[in-house]
């Protein structure tokens, strides 16, 4: 320092000192610091022989997997059917105006749980596919409520300790066989291979697509939540693709351009009503020469309009709103029989020229709607208008099962993406699930029916698996490349989702997970805490999961693991790489704290 003259003062030897003696101080402390975070980290992820509880072994010990991480609690009993979602709890929330409660809504950050969701008292490991489709355990779908109400129906019967699906339904009375049997003379292209892939709004407890599985033709039934009736979790519970949804505001979480059929048995969506959006969603998603099928009112009024509580006069007239409705969207009336009316979407683009006119309506959606954009879209009343060229019509893809390896016209939309890219992707997958099955011997045998792939590119993983009795499940995120048509076009099912929320799923319903780098991709939007937490609330108890991810994350996702009662081991690729492993885990069975065995 420096007098106000400018002139320096002189060196103070005790100021050093001092000086000296802080230095060495704060030095000592930072090191004292420093050396709490790296053991602390050191401990977190230290890898150790894991103890096996679970009943059902996952295979060799070598490599298994025991850390110190987190530790999580158990949510209380009453979140046993806990869908986030879609919680009847926060329905107060929300508009009653065309069901917007019933939509995907999910709670914010600071209401998430951290919590591991308690299967019902007296849960049992699920009866095995096929006997499954027929009866399902009682304890597991806890409802009387859809037993008392559709009794007369025979959607299902409580018999002693099991609910038993005779196959009934309102508008199958003689059994869902026989209805299908009516159906596929209406259409015959469901004999042939030509309809693969098809979706049943109102699905019941999914009898209609627990048929069509042995005819060929993989359905996703789709069904609101609902406080009493619980269809998807039926649905789910009997080894039938299922998912929760409602066709309300916001679009449904499928490409545009995908289905081969959509179904409504007696679903009670008011199709010609708010400008008939619910039914410009329909065309949108099902592509050009798929077939929509339509049983109850006002189909066959003439003979039915007595049950209906209303006047002949009525109905007729809300036949010809929905003939007419249809038309403008270049439908045409394919085929009607008694109760089931089946139209088509038209293959020939020239109808959508009238669309041009303004005075026409619906109208023509601008070019700003993108056709595929399905998350979190609001519905719009206008008309989607198919790519003129070949790729997405039913007529031009190959039947099934050829489809499922041929390149899609569409893979050329993705960035990257070429017939020469699938084709590689198809080898690579039918590789991995060979190792996966050495890894996993469960894989193709009756533990495993409900399959979901988690993070999909082209659905590799699930074709490699089509000759086992199982479906998958194919989830693209709604960050990513759209490749969820090429999914479709090749006959697989699958659905949008941003796993930064919880899948649309009651908890329990599936076998197995697959995930495939998902946390490289989507871990700079969320924590992984949440994510595998969702894994835990939808996987079934004694369920698997095969994490495929870098050694990185395969080190901090086994913490989390071990913390939620899974049992893991770390195994090599199928290239015995350094930089990429697999977690192989099985999730415990156990019981709530509060259970009353």
């Not at 049943?200 to 609902?226: E, F, K, N, Q």
Request: glycine share 6%; hydrophobic share 35%.
């Amino acid at each position: 320092m420096k007098h106000k003259d400018g002139k320096p003062y002189p060196p103070n030897k005790n100021s050093k000192k001092i000086q000296v003696t802080l230095i060495v101080v704060v030095l000592c402390g930072f090191s004292f610091y420093l050396g709490g975070i790296f053991c602390s980290e050191k401990e977190t992820y230290a890898t150790k022989e894991v103890n096996r509880e679970d009943e059902t072994p996952i295979g060799n010990s070598a490599g298994s997997l025991q850390t110190r991480g987190n530790s999580f609690t158990e949510c209380s009993a009453d979140y046993q059917d806990y869908t986030p979602c879609t919680d009847p709890r926060r329905w107060k929330k929300y508009g009653l105006h065309r069901l917007t409660f019933m939509e995907r809504h999910c709670p914010p950050n600071f209401e998430r749980k951290e919590c591991l969701v308690p299967p019902p008292d007296g849960y049992k490991v699920p009866i095995r596919w096929p006997k499954s489709k027929n009866e399902c355990w009682y304890r597991n779908v806890p409802y009387d409520w859809i037993n008392k109400q559709k009794s007369n129906q025979h959607w299902l019967v409580k018999e002693g300790e099991k609910f038993i699906f005779p196959g009934g339904g309102t508008m199958f009375p003689n059994g869902v066989g026989k209805y299908v049997d009516l159906m596929e003379d209406l259409i015959p292209q469901m004999k042939d291979g030509t309809v693969r892939t098809a979706i049943d709004t109102g699905c019941g407890v999914a009898s209609w697509g627990g048929d069509l599985l042995d005819r060929g033709i993989l359905t996703v039934s789709l069904a609101p939540r609902d406080n009493h009736e619980a269809q998807v979790q039926f649905a789910l519970e009997r080894g039938i693709p299922a998912v929760l949804g409602i066709i309300s505001t916001q679009r449904l979480p499928f490409p545009s351009n995908s289905f081969d059929m959509a179904h409504c048995s007696r679903c009670l969506i008011p199709w010609t009503e708010f400008g008939g959006v619910y039914l410009l969603e329909v065309h949108r998603i099902l592509r050009p020469g798929g077939f929509w099928v339509l049983s109850g009112p006002p189909v066959n009024y003439e003979n039915r309009w007595r049950g209906w509580n209303t006047t002949i006069e009525e109905q007729r007239s809300d036949f010809e709103k929905l003939q007419d409705l249809l038309t403008s969207m270049c439908f045409k009336l394919f085929n009607k029989k008694d109760d089931i009316a089946v139209w088509q979407k038209l293959t020939d683009n020239s109808c959508y020229k009238k669309l041009d006119n303004p005075d026409n309506y619906p109208p023509k959606c601008d070019d700003g709607t993108e056709p595929d954009s399905a998350w979190y879209t609001p519905l719009r009343p206008c008309v989607v208008v198919p790519p003129a060229t070949r790729k997405v019509k039913l007529n031009a893809l190959a039947k099934w099962p050829e489809r499922l390896h041929v390149a899609p016209e569409r893979v050329s939309d993705i960035r990257g993406g070429s017939e020469g890219a699938f084709k590689h992707d198809d080898s690579k997958w039918k590789v991995r699930a060979k190792h996966y099955k050495k890894l996993l011997p469960a894989i193709g045998t009756e533990k495993i029916r409900n399959v979901m792939d988690m993070n999909t590119l082209y659905g590799g993983f699930a074709a490699a698996l089509v000759e086992d009795p199982l479906w998958v499940m194919n989830v693209v995120s709604s960050y990513a490349a759209n490749t969820l048509p090429v999914v479709y076009d090749r006959g697989l099912i699958g659905t949008f989702h941003d796993w930064c929320e919880a899948f649309s799923t009651y908890p329990r319903t599936y076998d197995l997970l697959h995930v495939d780098n998902l946390f490289t991709a989507e871990s700079h939007r969320c924590e992984m805490k949440y994510v595998m937490l969702e894994m835990d609330r939808i996987l079934r108890p004694n369920g698997y999961a095969i994490i495929r991810e870098s050694s990185y994350f395969i080190d901090v996702v086994a913490p989390m693991a071990k913390g939620m009662r899974w049992s893991c081991r770390k195994e090599d690729t199928e290239y015995s790489g350094q930089n990429e492993k697999i977690l192989i885990c099985q999730k415990k069975l156990w019981y709530s704290k509060e259970s009353s065995l």
